[in-house]
Structures are given as C-alpha cells and as structure tokens.
C-alpha cells in the first residue's frame, strides 16, 4: 500500500508563531485530506487538496502530486490549533485511505 | 458541525459482554467506514461498505461484526473482546466515485467511541 510520512512528529509553538507541517507519500495519488484531530478525538476536514494550493483562513495546504508531498501552512497560531494533523491519502476507484501517523502540534499562549 | 453521528461516545464493557456501536450519516453518501485508533498509532481501516456492501475486511478479528442495513446506518457489533480492543472507534462516510473525474471521495468523521475493555 501507499506509504504516508508526516513530519514534525511532534510542534510546539508560541501563540502567533507560523508553521509548516509536511506529507509525504511513496506513490500518485488522485485523493489527498488533511484533517486536525481535536483534543476530544473528532477529526476536522481541513483541505481536500490532491493538487494545487487551497487557502481558509490562516490555514493554506499545497500539494504537489509530481513530487509526492503535501504541506500545510498555519499562520497566526491560535490554541484552539493544538491537536494532532493527519495527512491521508487515496486513489479513484479505491476508497481506502492510508493515514500518516499525524502531527502532534501544542500551541502555547 | 459533523453530517456524520456516532452513539454511544463512551463505552466501557467487560472481556464476556456483548455491544453495539451505531454510526448514522446525513450527507446522503454511499460509502460508510469504520476505523480504530489506538494510542501513538496511525488510523487502521476496520471495514468499508459501498452502496450497503461489505467491501473490504482489513483482516480484522471476527469478533469486530459489522452490519450495514441501509446507506445511512452501520452498526459494529462486538463480542469477547480482549482489554488491547480498548480504543477510539470512529465512522466515516463518503461520496464514492469510480471515475478519474469524480469531484471528490472526501470522507467526513463521526466524533468517535471511545471503547475500554476491562
């Protein structure tokens, strides 16, 4: 199956500080999520985003597909970001998501 | 706001009980999905179901009995679990498409039952 990495494992941030969390995957891929995790376990959809750049709010993601990698940009942190980020990737016709094993990011005030 | 409800949130059952979690979908989708999360662990995929049939068993004990009755519902019952089935247990559902050109398979989560077998 399709390899996801996700890199840092682990972030902490001073509240206002901008980061970049990073995807990578072993194969092309049509289907790219990135989610964030709550503390309480529901897992937020943040960004369908196989290709191409998506901005909402202070976060953007861009993926590029030709190279395998997807980042997710947070800008501005705010403790309500804190939580595990996911990265999960698929293929058309097969809708199995493979998971990386998420970024856990603490957002200090 | 999720499309995509779960009951009961907590469960705490016994290694001999039996039980039921219930995953319910408003989004009108025809792909339902269980998944377990484990501590420090990626999310395993348990079951999927497309149009209410079971496509996919990721080698998963036969004690974990899935049941799908219609598009909207699915159902993961369980029986003589071990205390290393203690885990978050969340549904999804999606829009499956078999074509290059569907828009989106983007798949939305349930808020998760979070299950402690004693």
């Known amino acids: 199956g399709i390899q996801v990495e996700q890199s840092p494992p682990d972030l902490i941030l001073q509240e206002g500080a901008n980061s970049t969390l990073r995807c990578n995957f072993s194969?092309?891929?049509?289907?790219l999520q990135w989610f964030h995790q709550n503390p309480w376990g529901q897992l937020i959809n943040l960004f369908y985003?196989?290709?191409g750049t998506k901005q909402n709010g202070r976060l953007s993601a861009t993926t590029v597909a030709t190279e395998r990698y997807s980042l997710l940009y947070i800008s501005s942190s705010q403790t309500t970001d804190s939580g595990v980020y996911f990265c999960?990737?698929?293929?058309?016709?097969?809708?199995?998501?493979?998971f990386g094993k998420g970024n856990q990011v603490v957002v200090i005030p | 706001e999720t499309g995509v409800t779960q009951t009961p949130r907590h469960l705490v059952m016994g290694m001999t009980n039996k039980k039921s979690l219930k995953c319910e979908q408003h989004l009108g989708h025809n792909a339902m999905y269980w998944y377990k999360q484990s501590a420090k662990k990626p999310l395993e995929l348990m079951f999927v179901?497309?149009?209410?049939?079971?496509?996919e068993n990721n080698s998963v004990p036969s004690r974990f009995s899935p049941e799908c009755p219609n598009s909207s519902h699915l159902f993961l019952h369980l029986h003589t679990l071990q205390p290393e089935d203690s885990a978050l247990y969340l549904c999804?559902?999606?829009?499956?498409?078999?074509?290059?050109?569907?828009?989106?398979?983007?798949?939305?989560f349930g808020p998760g039952t979070r299950l402690t077998v004693l």
């Open positions: 985003i196989p290709s």
């Open positions: 999960a990737v698929g293929r058309y016709g097969n809708n199995r998501l493979a």
């Open positions: 999804a559902s999606s829009q499956f498409g078999t074509s290059e050109t569907s828009s989106t398979d983007t798949q939305y």
């Open positions: 179901y497309n149009f209410k049939e079971q496509t």
């Open positions: 194969d092309s891929v049509n289907n």
